[in-house]
């Protein structure tokens, strides 16, 4: 019987009482159970559960991609569903063929238990398989019936497989898509470092609800509920295209990857595609950003002058973060006299500051006596030009950025006596760990940019550094120590705890705009207050002056102020009405 429909809303409780509270009361420990064997189950391991294929074969092929930078652009994501359509035809048709097979057996099955009397032992083991393996997927369920069947006769029907049908090449879109959002943050922090080795692709992270939730443009992109995304990426899983699984916990997206017979990648570090085989594919829209007028031959001098900025990255495959968002742009040619003159200025820049660059000894003297105590830094534009234009090499501008540095820490020791040996540990120990990337093979550094970027930080902090000092009336500890990356705790009184105030600072200022949209709004709102109190004073005053009626009051209330107001007015009304009774 259906209920009648009224107006009073349900509680979630009523409406979802029978899913929250089940009839059967073995539900919770049969879910404890399973909560126990998940907790037990190993995370992080990469593995094709072949047990789910329905044709093996299927990912025999497959092999890891390798890029530097790997993005999936249009021209990826169309080739990508090209594979992905040829691929997906290819399997429903493999699995015609065997849902035939399929039907030819389950007619032996009902032949031959029309045909035979079946014994008491065969129809309740029969029952019980049922019972127990129904819903099971295809390729389980038909396996433990071949087996079933050689033992106790043929008697168990096949499950016959689904083929991949067109809403899965929806959800496989928007899992290409998410793909792609993936790959490009990993890749611009990749441009960013300066990390120029091919890497495999790392993992698709599917969330389910991410998946169904996702907008474009402010539109839902499909509309469907989380359960019906874990369907469809089991189907994907099935068939081969989405392959080794990696479960990492109930709270975490599951990670899997795609088919490398079906994704294509586009590498901006070579400018081309990557396919399967993880051979280079080049695109016919693919443009030779090649620098023809550049010497080639390894002359140290040449190696020194484009190895790095712009010139460096066209040739090493290495973009700059600052050109990354138009690395795969066409660039107007300018004109030879404009190029010279930048260059000439480059280079008178590149040699002022490379004799800017004191001996180690010689620097570490200079700091103990006092030199830089009011050190003025270096015009920061000035250093951004060298990194972006520059002919430095990383290994000169680091230990440029490295002194530059040490001169602003000077002033914390204004006044005081320091060793030069203290400084000299200090300076040695941030030559050899900062501003490196470890690759796992080898040790590379910061891109010249990143190190300008990182030095602003460490004057900021150096500069909090100070005022602390001066407030707490409180010394700093020698170099050697105070600049020890081990010192990371408040009681240590390190350098590296700066860091923390950095980053409180940084969230200052993300939250500052927010703070002011808060107070601005919470100002409006008293504002609209106080004009929505002034306009029900004023019109309750023409009501008792006999220039508005009651149900023009009533109206006007209703219409033009917010809804608690007529409870303030029926209240006003009330004890104006007892005050004239009494």
């Not at 049908?165 to 290409?176: D, I, R, S």
């Not at 484009?306 to 066409?330: C, D, Q, R």
């Not at 060298?386 to 006044?415: C, V």
Request: charged share 25%.
């Amino acid at each position: 019987m259906n209920q009648k429909r009224t107006n009073q809303s349900n509680s979630i409780g009523n409406l979802f009482a029978s899913n929250i509270f089940p009839l059967n009361v073995n539900a919770t420990s049969n879910q404890r159970n399973v909560a126990q064997r998940s907790s037990q189950r190993k995370t992080n391991v990469k593995v094709t559960r072949l047990e789910r294929l329905t044709f093996t074969q299927n990912v025999e092929n497959h092999t890891s991609i390798n890029a530097v930078y790997p993005y999936i652009n249009k021209e990826a994501m169309a080739m990508t569903m090209d594979n992905y359509r040829s691929y997906v035809a290819n399997y429903n048709e493999n699995v015609y063929n065997e849902n035939e097979n399929i039907r030819i057996h389950n007619a032996k099955v009902v032949k031959y238990i029309d045909n035979t009397e079946l014994t008491e032992v065969q129809k309740t083991f029969t029952q019980m398989f049922y019972l127990k393996n129904n819903k099971l997927d295809p390729k389980k369920f038909n396996d433990l019936a071949d087996e079933f069947n050689q033992e106790y006769g043929l008697l168990i029907e096949k499950k016959r497989f689904a083929t991949i049908k067109y809403a899965t090449e929806l959800v496989f879109q928007q899992l290409v898509y998410i793909y792609s959002m993936q790959l490009a943050k990993s890749s611009n922090e990749y441009m960013k470092l300066g990390v120029k080795e091919a890497t495999p692709l790392k993992q698709l992270a599917i969330n389910s609800w991410q998946v169904a939730t996702m907008k474009r443009n402010e539109i839902q992109a499909i509309d469907v509920c989380k359960a019906t995304i874990r369907n469809h990426r089991s189907r994907l899983e099935e068939a081969g295209i989405l392959v080794e699984y990696t479960f990492r916990g109930n709270k975490s997206a599951v990670k899997m990857t795609v088919n490398s017979q079906i994704l294509v990648v586009f590498d901006a570090s070579t400018g081309k595609f990557s396919n399967a085989e993880n051979q280079s594919l080049t695109s016919g829209t693919h443009k030779d950003l090649t620098n023809k007028d550049e010497a080639t031959r390894p002359l140290q001098s040449n190696i020194k002058k484009i190895e790095n900025g712009i010139a460096a990255f066209l040739e090493k495959g290495t973009p700059s973060a600052a050109t990354s968002s138009v690395f795969l742009l066409e660039h107007p040619k300018q004109k030879p006299n404009l190029n010279n003159a930048a260059a000439e200025k480059s280079v008178k820049i590149s040699e002022k500051l490379e004799n800017s660059i004191l001996d180690q000894q010689e620097f570490a003297v200079k700091l103990s006596s006092g030199e830089f105590n009011n050190y003025q830094r270096i015009d920061k534009r000035i250093l951004y030009h060298e990194a972006a234009y520059g002919t430095m090499n990383r290994h000169d501008f680091k230990e440029l950025i490295i002194q530059e540095f040490f001169k602003n820490a000077a002033k914390l020791y204004r006044g005081k006596t320091v060793f030069v040996g203290s400084w000299k540990k200090a300076i040695n120990s941030y030559l050899e760990k900062l501003f490196t990337v470890n690759n796992g093979n080898s040790i590379s550094l910061y891109n010249k940019e990143l190190m300008v970027d990182k030095l602003d930080q460490m004057i900021w902090r150096i500069n909090n550094a100070q005022r602390w000092f001066t407030k707490t009336k409180i010394n700093p500890l020698f170099p050697s120590d105070y600049f020890d990356f081990t010192r990371k705790t408040k009681s240590e009184i390190g350098f590296e705890y700066t860091q923390k105030a950095y980053e409180n600072h940084i969230k200052y200022l993300e939250n500052k705009p927010r703070l002011e949209k808060s107070i601005k709004k919470k100002a409006a709102i008293r504002e609209n207050s106080i004009n929505n109190d002034k306009k029900f004073q004023n019109k309750l005053n023409q009501f008792f002056r006999n220039r508005l009626t009651l149900e023009e009051f009533i109206d006007y209330v209703s219409n033009n102020l917010p809804s608690n107001y007529m409870q303030k007015l029926t209240e006003n009304l009330i004890s104006i009405s007892t005050k004239y009774t009494c």
